[in-house]
């Protein structure tokens, strides 16, 4: 072999080798494992909206997501990712490729969470429960359960918004806005209140709003299932006689002191138009967010006479109904004196 050749040889093997040398390093930084996902927490990413390709870096940085965060920016850069980034909650997994993590963040396919809400007293209430749960934060959300004009859109005012939730389990993306979690609530809503249920909301009388805060009532008055049509149908019997509700929990709503045991002389003399002891009809809007048993409850009232209640001495959650109120003072006097036996003032 001559000399020339053997140069060439050279030269062919120093090329190849480059060319393998360079591959391995295109190869490395593209498909080799790089997402160190070992903590359950480190299962997601979140990447809020407006965010830029710096701070989803940085993130990646702090959580020590990756084994090498230069060869994912370069990755990055080749993909035209920093130019398309796509907010969202993303499930991350143990071994992914710089490319496989790249190609999941550009589609913008999202693993969605489950938003749970229930046992609300108040929108403020809401409003924090479901921030920690989506993007949208609690004064964004409690800013437009606020705006007046805004819920006009929807038929609604500030005192009766919440009406429109109904407590169960939704799948929401992740970068929700305060605005796309209400409107997916008014779909919801309108869902739930299929043709069955119109045909029994006939029934009450009442509109849909009415039922509602009607529902809230007896959510407030009665944890019992098999109990909440009964004592729906002493607050219909009411309304339909032109008496005053005389409902507690409303008293307690218009305090806004929840540990109070007893209602009181002192908490009927309130100025609240919840007040339903001085003030006729159904209070403004519902006094928490109502379960779908206390809804349905409303709905399937129980026709009977009983126009008064009042909880069982026993303690047991359940009440005592009477048709008049000489009845329901005997029941009344029971359960006074079991308070005042177990010393609850208040």
């Not at 190869?27 to 979140?46: G, H, I, Q, R, S």
């Not at 959300?141 to 005012?157: A, C, P, V, W």
């Not at 008014?186 to 119109?198: D, L, M």
Request: glycine content about 4%; charged content about 25%; proline content about 4%.
């Amino acid at each position: 072999m001559n000399r020339r050749i053997k140069l060439l040889l050279i030269v062919f093997i120093a090329i190849v080798s480059a060319i393998a040398f360079f591959g391995y390093g295109f190869y490395k930084k593209l498909y080799l494992p790089n997402v160190t996902a070992k903590e359950e927490t480190d299962n997601f990413l979140l990447i809020p909206t407006g965010s830029s390709f710096e701070e989803l870096t940085e993130q990646l940085e702090q959580k020590n997501i990756l084994k090498d965060i230069y060869s994912f920016k370069w990755a990055a850069e080749q993909a035209d990712y920093p130019a398309n980034i796509k907010a969202g909650r993303y499930r991350i997994r143990n071994g992914m490729s710089n490319k496989a993590l790249i190609r999941l963040l550009k589609s913008g396919q999202q693993e969605p969470v489950k938003v749970v809400f229930n046992n609300i007293r108040l929108k403020e209430q809401l409003a924090g429960i479901i921030s920690r749960q989506i993007e949208a934060d609690s004064i964004s959300i409690i800013g437009l359960l606020n705006d007046s004009k805004y819920l006009e859109t929807l038929g609604y005012n500030p005192n009766n918004i919440v009406s429109l939730f109904i407590p169960n389990t939704y799948e929401f993306y992740w970068n929700t806005s305060a605005t796309g979690f209400v409107e997916r609530m008014q779909k919801e809503h309108q869902k739930f209140w299929n043709e069955r249920r119109q045909t029994l909301l006939r029934r009450t009388g009442l509109t849909i709003t009415e039922v509602s805060i009607l529902a809230s009532i007896v959510e407030q008055e009665t944890k019992k299932t098999d109990e909440k049509p009964v004592v729906a149908g002493v607050y219909l019997n009411r309304l339909r006689k032109d008496w005053n509700l005389e409902a507690d929990p409303t008293l307690i709503f218009a305090t806004r002191d929840f540990s109070a045991k007893r209602v009181l002389n002192i908490h009927k003399e309130v100025d609240s138009p919840y007040n339903t002891y001085r003030n006729p009809g159904l209070p403004p809007g519902p006094i928490c967010i109502p379960s779908i048993a206390s809804l349905d409850a409303v709905l399937n009232y129980k026709e009977h006479q009983y126009m008064f209640f009042c909880a069982k001495d026993d303690f047991s959650g359940y009440h005592s109904f009477a048709r008049t109120y000489q009845e329901h003072l005997v029941n009344a006097r029971k359960f006074q004196n079991e308070l005042n036996r177990r010393k609850i003032r208040a």
